[in-house]
């Protein structure tokens, strides 16, 4: 319920070089959120350099080229289409690795880019490798970029039915492993191939990782069911090496520069072995559904925690136009909660977002029918914000509530007054996670109350009461800052993650984990910590918010480094990394 730090490899130009001066201006424009335009010449350039490596020998790459291209509101139509004809946009820049790797840009302007590599037989990884994006500031450089890259793989084989015959024109799906709200979940990457008339498949040019694989047989649409726009009939699916259960699937893992060969894998076509049909209707309270209207998402999520699912949204679709009736197929047994998001444009009356219907199955060998999917009357959300400490430097305008639901991929969101108050409007009343973003740097969540009783850790039921919401911030948080150095000596590690995970009795409380990036130095600080106990763990790589799995957090639990945090306070601490974790 503090701010949650989505890290995203960018990195920001240092400003030491500017003048004293200016430094405190700049900082002053930061934090009032504003851009001082006259704190260099509007047409001040920069230099941009850094060096290209193997992540495996790490030996340079040389002859790579290295395209700066500009991002955000400034690309326009004809720098998108000078880029898809293979050149560069007025505003890229580019430059090439010499022999020893290196690279430098010059005449750089100010503003937001993102790293493109091209001209090599190299490729990004899925994870780590240095910054995929630069922000870069007025007349001043960005030296010493390390990038690291990897030589691509091949993944291929054969997909046969029950008979062991080739199973044609099938469409098969690579998967990784990713983490939501505590949560495992399998997370569809973009590649995606069809089986050949021999029922071959192969994925090329591929980073090495651990991957997942789903099949599936799309079939046309029967006549008898008519189905909304983009839906689709999922006939048969099944994961390698041959289970229609995502929880049964078994990772590949692919080496840095591997054809990996013969991974072939079976797929059921026959009705017998294709998994349950869940069919039933939708049922409003208050505001109907309007007719035609595509649901934006409609599937399940095992019941128990331990269990990951294949797909967030979409898993299974085969939704009827008809007014409120739908049919999922190819459901393995097990215990899940069915759920569906209706889109704002799905309801006769305004709603905040999507709005969600939730419901208990229990699944066996046999098709479950006239299931009733409720969803319920919305309910308006409201509550205030308060301060401990000193408030001058908290402006609630500038704050977030975001409402997180367990199943849906992105939360429900509303911002204060200028006094603290805030409303959800037309908000579903299930269970929330309460997340405030936007806190300046000391800033914490202290509680969270609902009608004077703490749901902090527990989360908000607006089923039960989704009034008098009270959530009191503290200006007096502590601050974590340290550096991060290679396990096989003193040398500074760059873009390692840091973490910071509450004891043991406070995990579920998400809020209270927190994230930084190390810099080009190997520092890092983590401020506006709750004072408590906590433990601080340093990765070389790591798949985003694994850290909030309990399963996956207990591998490596005696590598952490147990701290204290005091109310303003300010801890120092060194670390060594956790290594890299195989994909």
Same mark, same amino acid.
């Given at each position: 319920m503090s701010i949650r730090e989505y890290g995203n490899g960018n990195v920001c130009l240092s400003a030491r070089a500017i003048g004293s001066r200016l430094m405190?201006?700049?900082?002053?424009?930061?934090a009032l959120g504003t851009i001082v335009q006259s704190a260099a010449p509007q047409n001040a350039v920069s230099v941009v350099s850094g060096v290209l490596r193997s992540k495996e020998t790490p030996e340079p790459i040389r002859g790579a080229t290295v395209v700066l291209r500009r991002t955000g509101s400034s690309v326009d139509i004809a720098a998108t289409l000078a880029r898809t004809r293979g050149g560069l946009a007025p505003q890229d820049r580019k430059g090439n690795t010499g022999e020893d790797g290196r690279f430098t840009i010059g005449d750089v302007?100010?503003?937001?880019?993102?790293?493109?590599?091209?001209?090599?037989?190299?490729?990004?990884?899925?994870?780590?490798?240095?910054?995929?994006?630069?922000?870069?500031?007025?007349?001043?450089?960005?030296?010493?970029?390390?990038?690291?890259?990897?030589?691509?793989?091949?993944?291929?084989?054969?997909?046969?039915?029950?008979?062991?015959?080739? &199973?044609?024109?099938?469409?098969?799906?690579?998967?990784?492993?990713?983490?939501?709200?505590?949560?495992r979940l399998l997370a569809q990457l973009p590649n995606s191939v069809r089986t050949n008339g021999q029922g071959e498949y192969k994925f090329s040019a591929i980073p090495p990782g651990e991957?997942?694989?789903?099949?599936?047989?799309?079939?046309?649409?029967?006549?008898?069911?008519?189905?909304?726009?983009?839906?689709?009939?999922?006939?048969?699916?099944?994961?390698?090496?041959?289970? &229609?259960?995502?929880?049964?699937? &078994?990772?590949?893992?692919?080496h840095e520069g591997e054809d990996a060969v013969g991974r072939d894998f079976a797929i059921a076509v026959d009705r017998e072995n294709i998994g349950v049909t869940i069919s039933g209707k939708l049922i409003t309270e208050g505001a109907g559904l309007r007719e035609g209207v595509p649901l934006s998402g409609f599937g399940l999520v095992p019941r128990e925690t331990n269990k990951f699912y294949g797909n967030f949204y979409n898993a299974f679709t085969n939704i009827a136009k008809i007014p409120g009736q739908f049919e999922i197929r190819g459901i393995p047994p097990g215990?899940?909660?069915?759920?569906?998001?209706?889109?704002?444009?799905?309801?006769?009356?305004?709603?905040?977002?999507?709005?969600?219907?939730?419901?208990?199955?229990?699944v066996s060998k046999n098709d479950i029918e006239n299931v009733r999917m409720v969803i319920p009357a919305n309910v308006d959300v409201s509550g205030k914000l308060e301060v401990k400490g000193?408030?001058?430097?908290?402006?609630?305008?500038?704050?977030?509530?975001?409402?997180?639901?367990?199943y849906a991929a992105a939360p429900l969101s509303t911002v204060a007054n200028a006094t603290g108050e805030f409303m959800l409007v037309q908000a579903s009343p299930y269970f929330y996670r309460l997340v405030v973003s936007g806190l300046p740097e000391s800033v914490y969540v202290e509680d969270i109350f609902q009608k004077g009783r703490s749901i902090y850790d527990s989360g908000l039921d607006a089923a039960?009461?989704?009034?008098?919401?009270?959530?009191?911030?503290?200006?007096?948080?502590?601050?974590?800052?340290?550096?991060?150095?290679?396990a096989?000596?003193?040398?500074?590690?760059?873009?390692?993650?840091?973490?910071?995970?509450?004891?043991?009795?406070?995990?579920?409380?998400?809020?209270?984990?927190?994230?930084?990036?190390?810099?080009?130095?190997?520092?890092?600080?983590?401020?506006?910590?709750?004072?408590?106990?906590?433990?601080?763990?340093?990765?070389?790589?790591?798949?985003?918010?694994?850290?909030?799995?309990?399963?996956?957090?207990?591998?490596?639990?005696?590598?952490?480094?147990?701290?204290?945090?005091?109310?303003?306070?300010?801890?120092?601490?060194?670390?060594?990394?956790?290594?890299?974790?195989?994909?």
């Open positions: 405190k201006i700049l900082i002053a424009a930061i302007p100010a503003g937001e880019y993102s790293i493109v590599i091209q001209d090599t037989s190299y490729i990004k990884p899925r994870n780590g490798g240095g910054p995929s994006n630069i922000t870069v500031i007025s007349g001043t450089s960005i030296r010493d970029i390390d990038i690291h890259l990897v030589r691509p793989s091949t993944l291929s084989g054969t997909l046969i039915d029950s008979k062991r015959q080739p &199973v044609a024109a099938a469409n098969v799906q690579l998967f990784e492993m990713a983490y939501r709200n505590g949560r991957y997942f694989m789903r099949a599936q047989i799309i079939p046309p649409s029967s006549p008898n069911v008519p189905l909304v726009a983009n839906a689709s009939t999922t006939n048969s699916t099944s994961y390698y090496p041959g289970t &229609v259960d995502a929880f049964g699937a &078994v990772p590949i893992l692919v215990l899940y909660d069915m759920f569906v998001a209706i889109p704002p444009n799905g309801f006769t009356v305004r709603s905040n977002g999507s709005l969600y219907g939730r419901t208990p199955v229990t000193d408030p001058a430097g908290v402006r609630f305008s500038q704050l977030r509530i975001d409402f997180v639901v367990d039960q009461d989704s009034s008098d919401l009270r959530i009191v911030l503290n200006t007096n948080g502590g601050t974590i800052q340290g550096s991060v150095s290679e096989s000596g003193t040398k500074p590690l760059p873009d390692a993650t840091v973490t910071l995970v509450p004891r043991l009795g406070k995990r579920e409380n998400l809020g209270l984990y927190k994230k930084a990036n190390t810099a080009q130095d190997g520092t890092f600080v983590i401020g506006g910590v709750l004072p408590g106990e906590y433990k601080l763990f340093a990765w070389e790589d790591i798949p985003d918010f694994a850290y909030e799995n309990a399963e996956f957090l207990s591998n490596y639990e005696s590598r952490g480094q147990t701290i204290t945090v005091v109310s303003g306070g300010r801890l120092s601490v060194q670390l060594k990394p956790i290594p890299l974790i195989p994909r």
